[in-house]
């Protein structure tokens, strides 16, 4: 069998596939066929900063959840977790690329990446909140998670066709990662006093992130009204239920969190590890400069 | 909790043209629930499947090695088991 790219060997054209069952075949790009255009009356360098708020959101939170690897409990989780952070890094590739092309600057995905200074980055806070436990790590990928989701659920409906077929992909993973994180709430809930503790002494830290999450900022309330952004003071309800439904299921009682003034992510305002957390994402790109992978 | 106490799981896979569930590999999970997302994790990253099964190992009953003569043997040189000693008709084309 010769093929001219190795994606030839996996695509669902090739007549000798049938005989290779154990390698995957089928793959589809979520962005076949899409119109790229801008919807009309919408300012493209509005939907740019609105792609790079969600883009930020999932390229750090991949970060944070890669930091993990080689340090989760079983071989089984660090594979679950790289896989929930490649989702990530997939869902941020595609947002940003998209942000280059909206606001007219042809900026690529790694101009985005790695070469913005930490005050540059929009990404909510809760992205890059660093926990220090497994327990804390699951508990702050079912926040993150189910707020995402509730997003992008909404976002498939979204008039910017990019937006909407990125929204379309991503909903299918972020429903399997809320799933993953929920799934060891429970368990490490209902297990031991020792997990449990855990799991209680990363709430407050998880919760300090939730009312910047429902914050709209002025960029998000145009294009919620032009139709291709939501507010996200409309996914309030449902990410409280569902963080209610299960912290219920082993007797966790919320804290009230009350909001500041936000939002500070959005605005570029970040923790005090965040610019520790950029370098470490930049630092090959910056010592390479030019490198293409 | 080490791996050492969570039991082992047999993983099938169905592959997207495949008929049959065909055995992939195994892994370890603290029960069958949490074998199910192990065996998504670790053996359809790359599109591989479409169902899974997992099996806890301790439930599958296997032939042992030491019974491979008694019980395959046998068979290896009755030739005359495959339907092959007969000529297929002209108007037969598909077989």
Redesign the interface.
Known sequence: MGFDSAYEAISEDDPT??AR???????DDPLAGVDTSLPDGVDGADVAAYCVMLGDDALIASQRLQQWITRL????EE??IA?IALDLLGQARLLLTRAGTADGTGRSEDDFAYRREPGEFRNVTLAETGVEDFGGLVLWLLAFSTWRLALTARLRTSRDPVVAAIAASAVKELT?HRE?AA?WVV?LGDSTEYARARLVAALPLVEGGLPELFATTEVERRLADAGVAVDPSELHAEVDGVLGTVLGEIGMQRHDVAGGDEPLGRDGAHSAGFGALIAELQEVARQHPGATW | ?T?AD?PLYEVFLR????LNH?H?GS????DA??AL??A???Y??????VSIWVVAAKDITASSPDEKDPFFAPSGDKVYRHPTFYDIPDSVPHI
């Open positions: 596939a049938d069952w154990a390698f995957g075949t089928g793959f409990p079983e071989l089984e594979t679950a896989n399997y993953y799934q368990r | 909790m791996s969570w592959g997207k043209r495949g065909v992939v892994l370890h999970a603290a629930e949490m997302h192990h998504r994790d670790l359809t990253r790359r599109n591989e499947g």
